[in-house]
């Protein structure tokens, strides 16, 4: 009887794990950005992105931010990603930091708001920087 109980314990405990949410952290953001992968930095964006290219700002769809975001990350060809400043205001984050590309270093940086019970990509921006 006791296996049982003991089984049983287990089981349910795995099950209810199942269903903790994950929360996003600005870290999880900031790793995507370093290893330069639009898919992965998509996972943490809201239903609408505000995208600030050089000679472009938009406001995107997830799905469309994350094309747009594929095509300057294989544009530029990112090398790493350097966080100059991060820090937390009324329950949101934001970060400063510099994409280093082949291409040049852009200052970035990026805003997540709470939505729900995640933290979610709002806006993006990347200026290139002169050497």
């Given at each position: 009887?006791?296996?049982?109980?003991?089984?049983?314990?287990?089981?349910?405990?795995?099950?209810?794990v199942s269903f903790t949410?994950?929360?996003?952290?600005?870290?999880?953001?900031?790793?995507?950005?370093?290893?330069?992968?639009?898919?992965?930095?998509?996972k943490?964006?809201?239903s609408?992105?505000?995208?600030?290219?050089?000679g472009?700002?938009?406001?995107?769809?997830?799905?469309?931010?994350?094309?747009i975001?594929?095509?300057?990350?294989?544009n530029?060809g990112?090398?790493?990603?350097?966080?100059?400043?991060?820090?937390?205001?009324?329950?949101?984050?934001?970060?400063?930091?510099?994409?280093?590309?082949k291409?040049?270093?852009?200052?970035?940086?990026?805003?997540?708001?709470?939505?729900?019970d995640?933290?979610?990509?709002?806006?993006?921006?990347?200026?290139q920087?002169?050497?």
């Open positions: 009887m006791k296996k049982y109980l003991g089984f049983a314990t287990i089981a349910l405990s795995l099950f209810l949410p994950y929360y996003y952290s600005i870290d999880d953001v900031v790793a995507a950005m370093r290893s330069g992968n639009a898919s992965e930095l998509s943490y964006f809201d609408r992105v505000e995208i600030s290219l050089p472009k700002t938009d406001n995107y769809s997830k799905s469309q931010a994350e094309i975001l594929k095509d300057f990350f294989a530029n990112v090398k790493n990603f350097q966080v100059k400043h991060k820090g937390e205001q009324n329950g949101s984050q934001f970060c400063i930091g510099t994409l280093q590309t291409n040049g270093n852009f200052r970035t940086k990026f805003f997540m708001k709470q939505k729900g995640q933290q979610v990509v709002q806006e993006l921006g990347f200026e920087l002169t050497e």
